[in-house]
């Protein structure tokens, strides 16, 4: 038994203690026990493998291979028996593809499914054959989606969130394009229009372009061109519009920040995929000029199609246009950068460019792997978080940037959020921890990626600034297992040396993340099967803060040893250490998340305190004098509100000039012209185009009743003759009676 | 993208449009015609909503109420007989921007313009479309028009209309996707032009049937419905047409009908006297085309030249021998 792991018992042996006969030499496999079941993935049905759905529209870039297929299973396999032998088959054929991608193989979910279904057709003989080709082929029509197929490994990250990212782009570039190339169409047209009032546009040559071959004999040009050039022309555009239409048209064709629909192979356009933060930033600085450029043209275009630059405004205001006038919104219509750093660790001057990003508005997302969290034993130091994996929680400190924090198990399950960071208007990062150190070579990268998960050694939590005010609303640390526990309880079943069912609750600790690292193999120490364990407590007993521990106690972890045996294993005291400090980490994150918060703990019990206080000091009251009788209820209802009197809405009075003078009910004309026909003096059209008396005096009588004889809705009141010695008044004021 | 200009700078610098913005060539439409009603109840619509005329498109047929656009001053597409709704329709998906108004009459939308109507019903799309019914067809002199009465002489019906005429609002409440239909009439501007303000505003497409007198030829048509009030009847609802206190002095037959009630609506649209007047029916939630089949990338001609050629050159067939000799390929 080494030294160290005698330190962790305080200096006793364990062996004197456990009365064990163990050959310290001899070292077991680590395995945490609480594993044993999930050894064979490729017989498990869970996230991994996932399909990069190979579709620009943004809508679900990514889906998981269990879904795809229950998906299928759902269309084709009816439930109960009668669905059976599809379901069989196809969960048959998804055990396969899982196998052949865990053995190495790529491609897409197509692809691997004719493979898998060849394998599987091979093995099948006779009727079984047909009616397995029979479903796989049902199945294989009801595959609702195809894409590039990944397993959990050391690139998932990189290539699902660059999957995300593309199509996340794409839809940006998209709408972008789409304005860019409208505004330019109408920018052109305003050119055309201009253009086609040209002399030379009308001269016999170009009408004789424009007409094409099929018909060119049958039209005379230089006819044609003598009247067109007789027609009336509009004014051509002032001179300083049409060279402003040009210059923005001229930098709207001209931009490289992405190819145009049609012409994108011999378009040359910028990159945004990055591997260092200082490249990332390098390169946005040299655009930027170019960016207000782009902007400046987009602004003067939006008014120009409106009719609505007005030179005396806009003028100084475009003169002075540069990267200060660029609003966040502006920028956020970019593409975004991505940058990947290289898994390892972050020298300190890419640090400093990584923090100046995060904290800053531009649209950069940052991806940060790490392979391994428990490098640093050769140093005989336990350095857990150095390298890359603390960049998440450093960049919490930015309060800027939208953080994302998760091993590479639970990506799938985060997968909108990732869409969330990648599609927010500034900086993101993305920490992830891959599984995939390489240094338990039977161990697979999912198992490792959520064993930490579960061990709290890299736990899952978003930050999002953009989703409130507070923390309460930006973090979260939902993803994890049982997140309102310090760690995550499983139960253990196995079976004792008199072949008797032992069921037991574990907590899944740092120390048992640890266990799946042969590198630490020497940290545990095999209690022998036949000592007495009396003095040990599990782990997260042991370092229970809150659980009492005799002096005596050694931690110890449930491992599994090679042929599939369960056996108690005592820790080093580093170790335990370690799991400390790792709780420790974990608590904060969980206050961070509000959970067992300590401010909300504290003022929970002082305003409890006070309200215990209070009734203590009414109780004392109450106790002092004889109860007095609660106040009656006044009783006197209140007044009841005096009910207003309902306002009679009062009546619009048309207005109906008594007496002698002609007048016409305005809103009731329907503007047929009758009467402006007769005399337009005497009737016109108001601002609505409704007929009114302008001047009772600019016709004659007999005019007057005439109109108000022809008035379609006979709204005119022709009143008393205003000319005494007009002839036959005496019958025109009978004509009038009827309209009085 | 950036607006660095305050609104209030804009507001200030721009005049506002008056009617005479909106007034296109001098009408040549009878006096007394029904079209003048329809006519300046629009141009009121497009001053008190300050259109830009340059954002307004103006499409009808063939007949007397088509020569509307020529008397708007925006973009108009007089165009052929029936057409005038898949044309709207083109120019709402192309540009979805643009407020468009249709002008069809009883011939052009009843008769020959049929199947395209119950489709642009179904399409649903955004636009405001005025069917201008004078139940006869004007520009030809006197012929019968779907709509025309039972018995109704005319130079083409001499011993009077043989068949029942079409009722427009029920057959558009019988299509599916119907979303808004009213009824105006002429002789009544004041609803006339608050029932084309709806529509206006109504998000899909908008089918007002507006009765209208036809001076020349049927003077007497309307004439009852005219002079008594009593024969119209009043749609009202809070959400649908609120006349004001003046108007519901003389028009005092009244019913409280919601726009929602789509049973109902078709039984008023079937009442052919009393004439119902007002919105029988608005569903706001009906999906449009435009929206369900939008299209994110412009059209410029050279990318229609090439979606042309692409599809065209399906159809190339290669000379047998590679080409190397045209001559002997041709036939």
């Not at chain 1, 195809?146 to 839809?171: P, R």
């Amino acid at each position: 038994m080494s030294a160290e792991i005698l330190e962790l018992a305080g200096g006793k042996s364990p062996d004197a203690k456990l009365g064990g006969d163990r050959d310290g030499a001899a070292k077991i496999t680590p395995r945490p026990a609480l594993l044993a079941g999930y050894w064979n993935l490729t017989e498990l049905r869970y996230d991994y493998p996932l399909v990069l759905v190979a579709d620009d529209t943004g809508v679900s870039p990514v889906r998981s291979l269990t879904a795809v297929i229950d998906g299928v299973l759902r269309e084709i396999a009816p439930r109960g028996a009668e669905g059976e032998a599809a379901r069989k088959h196809v969960l048959g054929i998804e055990r396969e593809i899982r196998g052949l991608l865990s053995a190495d193989a790529g491609g897409t979910l197509s692809e691997l499914w004719g493979r898998a279904k060849n394998t599987l057709l091979a093995r099948a003989e006779g009727a079984a054959a047909d009616v397995l080709k029979e479903n796989l082929d049902r199945a294989r029509s009801a595959l609702a989606y195809d894409g590039e197929m990944v397993d959990c490994g050391a690139e998932t990250a990189d290539t699902l969130i660059e999957h995300i990212w593309k199509a996340v782009q794409a839809d940006k570039i998209r709408r972008l394009r789409g304005k860019i190339e409208i505004l330019a169409l109408r920018l052109s047209d305003i050119l055309k229009a201009d253009a086609m009032q040209s002399a030379e546009a009308r001269d016999a040559e170009s009408l004789e372009r424009s007409v094409g071959t099929s018909f060119r004999d049958s039209f005379d040009f230089e006819a044609m061109s003598r009247l067109l050039i007789e027609a009336p022309a509009g004014d051509p555009l002032p001179e300083e519009r049409r060279r402003r239409i040009g210059d923005a048209l001229s930098v709207l064709d001209s931009q490289k920040f992405f190819a145009p629909w049609d012409g994108g192979e011999d378009t040359e356009t910028y990159t945004f995929l990055f591997d260092s933060c200082a490249a990332a930033a390098e390169a946005f600085q040299a655009r930027v000029a170019e960016m207000v450029a782009l902007v400046k043209a987009i602004s003067i275009a939006e008014l120009e199609v409106e009719n609505g630059y007005r030179e005396s405004k806009h003028d100084p205001l475009f003169s002075g246009f540069d990267e200060n006038a660029l609003s966040p919104e502006d920028i956020a219509s970019f593409p975004s950068y991505l940058v990947r750093l290289s898994a390892g660790r972050c020298e300190p001057a890419e640090k400093a460019h990584l923090i100046e990003l995060l904290s800053s508005d531009l649209p950069v997302k940052i991806l940060a792997r790490s392979d391994d969290l428990l490098e640093g034993l050769s140093g005989k130091r336990f350095s857990f978080g150095a390298g890359m994996s603390d960049l998440a929680s450093l960049a919490l400190g930015q309060n800027n940037a939208y953080v994302l924090q998760s091993t590479a198990s639970h990506l799938y399950q985060l997968r909108d959020r990732i869409v969330d960071g990648l599609t927010c208007p500034g900086p993101a990062l993305f920490s992830v921890f891959s599984g995939s150190a390489g240094s338990n070579p039977d161990l697979p990268p999912y198992l490792v990626a959520a064993a930490a998960m579960e061990a709290r050694a890299f736990p899952a939590f978003t930050y999002d600034p953009a989703a409130g005010a507070d923390w309460a609303a930006r973090f979260e640390v939902t993803g994890n297992p049982q997140a309102e526990a310090d760690w995550p309880t499983h139960r253990l079943s196995y079976a004792d040396q008199d072949l008797q069912t032992i069921a037991q609750d574990f907590a899944f600790t740092f120390v048992d993340f640890v266990a799946c690292d042969p590198r630490y193999a020497q940290c545990f120490e095999p209690v022998p099967a036949d000592g007495s364990d009396a003095a040990l407590v599990p782990v997260s007993e042991f370092i229970d803060p809150e659980a009492e521990q005799a002096a005596e106690a050694v931690p110890y972890v449930m491992l599994l040893e090679d042929g599939g045996l369960v056996r108690k294993a005592v820790v080093d005291g580093r170790l335990i250490r370690a799991a400390r400090r790792c709780r420790e980490r974990w608590r904060s994150l969980q206050e961070l998340g509000g959970i067992d918060n300590s401010h909300a703990r504290n003022l929970l019990a002082s305003a409890r305190q006070a309200w215990e206080d209070e009734k203590e000091r009414e109780l004392a009251v109450l106790k002092g004098r004889p109860v007095e009788e609660p106040e009656a209820p006044t009783a006197e209802p209140a007044p009841a509100e005096a009910e207003a009197p309902i306002e009679e809405a009062p009546e619009e009075v048309l207005e109906e000039p008594a007496g002698d003078d002609p007048y016409i009910e305005t809103p009731r004309c329907t503007t047929c012209d009758e009467c402006t026909e007769i005399n337009n003096a005497m009737f016109a059209y108001d601002d609505n185009r409704q007929a009114y008396i302008a001047n009772p005096d600019g016709g004659t009588y007999r005019e007057m009743v005439e109109a108000a004889e022809s008035c379609q809705v006979a709204i005119i009141h022709p009143g008393k003759p205003r000319n005494p010695n007009e002839p036959g008044l005496e019958e025109l004021i009978q004509r009038a009676e009827s309209f009085m | 993208m950036t607006d660095p200009i305050p609104q209030c700078v804009f507001r200030a610098e721009d005049e506002r449009y008056t009617l005479a913005d909106y007034q296109g060539e001098e009408p040549r439409w009878c006096t007394g015609c029904g079209d003048n009603a329809i006519l300046a109840a629009v141009q009121r619509l497009c001053r008190d909503e300050q259109l830009p005329p340059e954002r307004t498109v103006f499409v009808s047929g063939i007949g007397c109420s088509s020569r509307f656009p020529h008397y708007m001053n925006g973009y108009g597409f007089h165009g052929i007989h029936g057409r005038s709704l898949p044309v709207a329709e083109g120019i709402k998906m192309a540009r979805p921007d643009l407020h468009v108004f249709v002008s069809t009459g009883d011939g052009d939308c009843c008769s020959i313009g049929t199947a395209h109507w119950i489709h642009a019903i179904r399409y649903n799309m955004d636009m405001t479309v005025m069917l201008h019914d004078n139940r006869v067809y004007g520009l030809t002199k006197m012929q019968v028009s779907p709509t025309s009465p039972q018995g109704l002489q005319t130079k083409t019906t001499p011993r009077g209309a043989y068949l029942e005429p079409l009722n427009p609002l029920t057959v558009t409440l019988g299509v599916a996707n119907a979303s808004f239909v009213a009824q105006a009439v002429d002789w009544i501007p004041e609803l006339m032009h608050d029932i084309i303000e709806s529509a206006f505003h109504h998000k899909g497409f908008s089918f007002i049937r507006v009765l209208q007198r036809c001076p020349e030829f049927l003077p007497d048509m309307f004439e009852p419905w005219v002079q008594d009030p009593a024969k119209t009847l009043l749609l009202v609802h809070e959400d649908g047409l609120q006349p004001s206190p003046s108007l519901s002095k003389t028009y005092k037959n009244q019913e409280a009908h919601d726009p929602a009630d789509l049973t109902r609506a078709r039984e008023i649209a079937s009442v052919e006297d009393p004439i119902p007047v007002g919105i029988l029916y608005r569903n706001d939630d009906m999906p449009r085309y435009e929206e369900i089949r939008p299209t994110d990338r412009s059209y410029t001609p050279d990318t229609i030249k090439g979606a042309l050629e692409a599809e065209l050159d399906k159809f190339t067939i290669a000379p047998a021998n590679g080409g190397e000799d045209e001559d002997t390929a041709k036939p």
